[in-house]
């Protein structure tokens, strides 16, 4: 799914996506289904929303932001699935005053359970979206992440008062409301009713590694993917990914 332009943008995103691509495949099985319906809470311009759609999807977007929804809507034009990818202004706790209730295969909420009022009640919201059969797909920014990145770039006060913080933010500055482990995300995953399927870590070198190492080391970058990918399932590495990122099923699906 990266910009071929950008390959260091498969960095961030290519541990969710190979998850994500896996789960939609198994949804498509599972129905019986190729065309799948596909709800991303707080997508933005995109980012995931497009590739989904070049998969064959129908994907609703649902962002508070005018300015990400219009940027989607270009980018969905470029990529040629526009009558596959509709934009649609409103947020995570507001969300069935914009879409149906229970009429979604896949949901996705990435990035976004940093920045609502209520988590719980938002990411609650967030799989009512979904049928009786459906996944979750959920990424947020880790607790551990941020601690190590604070550490290692010297600002050590911060990356204690991260560490003490119940939000996990390392001063006010700090532009990310709140982080997470990986348990807080998994018993909100499961408070909503869902079984956690998987959890990864993801970026747990990528954002630590010095860029003048990736870019002109030949294989460099090919090989750091590779080890972001055999670390990302290994819980040990959880503790300090960037993000992580939780699998979550309906029993149902979960059964299928
Ligand atoms: C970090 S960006 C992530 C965008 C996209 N999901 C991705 O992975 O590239 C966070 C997005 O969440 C949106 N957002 C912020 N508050 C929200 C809320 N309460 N409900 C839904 N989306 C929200 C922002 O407008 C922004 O597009």
């Keep these: 799914m990266s910009d071929p332009m950008r390959p260091r943008a498969a960095l961030r995103t290519a541990v969710v996506w190979e998850v994500l691509q896996e789960a939609i495949d198994r949804r498509v099985k599972a129905t019986g289904r190729e065309s799948l319906d596909v709800l991303?809470?707080?997508?933005?311009?995109?980012?995931?929303?497009?590739?989904?759609?070049?998969?064959?999807?129908?994907?609703?977007?649902?962002?508070?932001?005018?300015?990400?929804?219009?940027?989607?809507?270009?980018?969905?034009?470029?990529?040629?699935?526009?009558?596959?990818?509709?934009?649609?202004?409103?947020?995570?706790h507001g969300l069935f005053e914009?879409?149906?209730?229970?009429?979604?295969?896949?949901?996705?909420?990435?990035?976004?359970?940093?920045?609502?009022?209520?988590p719980a009640e938002g990411i609650g919201n967030?799989?009512?979206?979904?049928?009786?059969?459906?996944?979750?797909?959920?990424?947020?920014?880790?607790?551990?992440?941020?601690?190590?990145?604070?550490?290692?770039?010297?600002?050590?006060?911060?990356?204690?008062?991260?560490?003490?913080?119940?939000?996990?933010?390392?001063?006010?500055?700090?532009?990310?409301?709140?982080?997470?482990?990986?348990?807080?995300?998994?018993?909100l995953v499961e408070g909503a009713g869902l079984a956690v399927a998987a959890v990864h870590g993801v970026r747990v070198f990528a954002d630590l590694v010095p860029g003048v190492l990736v870019d002109t080391e030949p294989g460099a970058l090919e090989a750091l993917l590779k080890l972001e990918e055999a670390a990302a399932e290994l819980p040990a590495f959880h503790s300090v990914a960037t993000q992580l990122h939780v699998l979550g099923e309906t029993r149902g699906a979960a059964e299928a």
């Design 40 to 92: 991303d809470t707080g997508g933005g311009s995109g980012n995931f929303a497009v590739p989904v759609a070049r998969l064959g999807h129908r994907v609703t977007v649902v962002d508070p932001s005018p300015n990400a929804l219009f940027a989607l809507e270009r980018r969905a034009a470029e990529a040629g699935v526009a009558d596959r990818v509709q934009g649609v202004q409103g947020d995570a």
């Design 98 to 118: 914009v879409v149906e209730r229970g009429r979604y295969d896949v949901v996705l909420c990435h990035g976004v359970l940093e920045y609502v009022d209520d």
């Design 126 to 187: 967030v799989v009512a979206a979904l049928r009786s059969e459906g996944v979750l797909s959920l990424l947020a920014s880790g607790l551990g992440g941020a601690v190590l990145a604070r550490a290692l770039a010297g600002h050590f006060k911060e990356a204690r008062q991260a560490l003490d913080d119940p939000d996990g933010r390392w001063g006010t500055g700090d532009p990310v409301p709140r982080r997470f482990t990986a348990d807080q995300l998994t018993a």
